[in-house]
């Protein structure tokens, strides 16, 4: 687990067919973004320096901000995509399960994410007309053949 070590103290996995984010909480970042590293470099078998080129790290209020922007839909392939909502409440609700990781900084955080990309979806249009990628497509042949 990403947790083993002691250094991250909380983890989330959200992993999509477009993306695989790790939301994490931890007393000391550097040392949590060595373990984090580490967890990569085990689970894939690629070297630290190829991942460090491949990967790019958020933190404090600009990993936050990403997190609702992907649970808007507004970080998608497709804007306003609502399959994305769904797959961060369950990365929410499998974090919080008895084996999961989580703890209540990452369940404040999931939560609220699940909040405000079901508010932006209820009080805002990202939601209409075509919102997956095959849906977008079929959209974009129809008004060609028009």
């Not at 369940?107 to 990628?133: F, H, M, P």
């Amino acid at each position: 687990l990403i947790t083993s070590t002691g250094q991250v103290e909380e983890a989330a996995i959200l992993s999509t067919c477009n993306r695989f984010e790790i939301y994490f909480a931890a007393s000391d970042p550097h040392e949590a973004n060595a373990r984090v590293m580490e967890f990569l470099q085990e689970r894939s078998g690629l070297p630290v320096s190829v991942l460090r080129r491949n990967i790019f790290m958020l933190e404090g209020d600009d990993a936050v901000w990403h997190l609702m922007r992907v649970a808007g839909g507004l970080d998608s392939l497709v804007v306003g995509e609502g399959q994305i909502l769904s797959q961060v409440r369950q990365c929410h609700l499998h974090s919080i399960e008895e084996d999961g990781c989580g703890g209540k900084v990452l369940s404040r955080l999931l939560n609220n994410a699940v909040a405000a990309g079901e508010r932006g979806r209820s009080e805002t249009a990202i939601s209409k007309g075509g919102v997956s990628i095959s849906s977008a497509a079929g959209g974009v042949r129809e008004h060609m053949w028009m």
